[in-house]
Structures are given as C-alpha cells and as structure tokens.
Nanobody, 115 residues
C-alpha cells in the first residue's frame, strides 16, 4: 500500500499564495504519477495538476500560469505552489498517487481564499 500525508492548506486572502506538500510512503514504484485534485462538498473531484516520475506535468486550464507542481523523488514528495489565489480556488485539495498497482488518496486539506 501507499500512504499519503498532506500539509500546507489554510486561509489566505485573494492574490496570496500557499504551498501544499504531500509525502508518500510505503510501496513506492519508481514509475508513478503524483498529483492534486480538488473538490467542493457535493461535487466531483477535479484534477488540478499532476506530475509523472519523469517530470512531465499537466495542469488544468483554470490554474495554468498560477500554480506550479513539482516533486522531490528522493523524498517521495510532491508540492503544489499556488500563487495569485482566487476565491474560486477555495476547495478541499487531495493528493493522489498512482502506479500500475496502487491508486491512493490523501485525507484532504482545506484551502480557503477570502475576497
């Protein structure tokens, strides 16, 4: 199994920044994808960004130019730097780890952007 521990959520004013971290542990494969999703209660979980173990990244259109995903393979940790935050970025953010065997989720961290 793969366990994920998230940190870094909180309350910030519009235009501000936050950095989310997600540390993976357990049966980590050298070939994997880690990413961030977000969900408002009652809605579906939507992809924000993900990064493969070879460094290839993908961003949702809504966050391009504002969010940056990165990873430290030595620490099995993925980061999401969120700049120029908007009230519509308010959500619960979930870390995801995926390889050929596992599809694991973190517990979620709340990000609230006030106007």
């Amino acid at each position: 199994q793969v366990q994920l521990v998230e940190s870094g959520g909180g309350l910030v004013q519009a235009g501000g920044s936050l950095r989310l971290s997600c540390a993976a542990s357990g049966s980590i494969s050298s070939i994997n994808s880690m990413g961030w999703y977000r969900r408002t209660p009652g809605s579906e979980r939507n992809l924000v960004a993900h990064i493969k173990s070879d460094g290839v990244t993908y961003y949702a259109d809504s966050v391009k130019g504002r969010f940056t995903i990165s990873r430290d393979n030595a620490k099995d940790t993925v980061y999401l730097q969120m700049n120029s935050l908007k009230p519509e970025d308010t959500d619960v953010y979930y870390c995801n780890y995926r390889d050929n065997t596992y599809d694991s989720w973190g517990q979620g961290t709340q990000v609230t952007v006030s106007s």
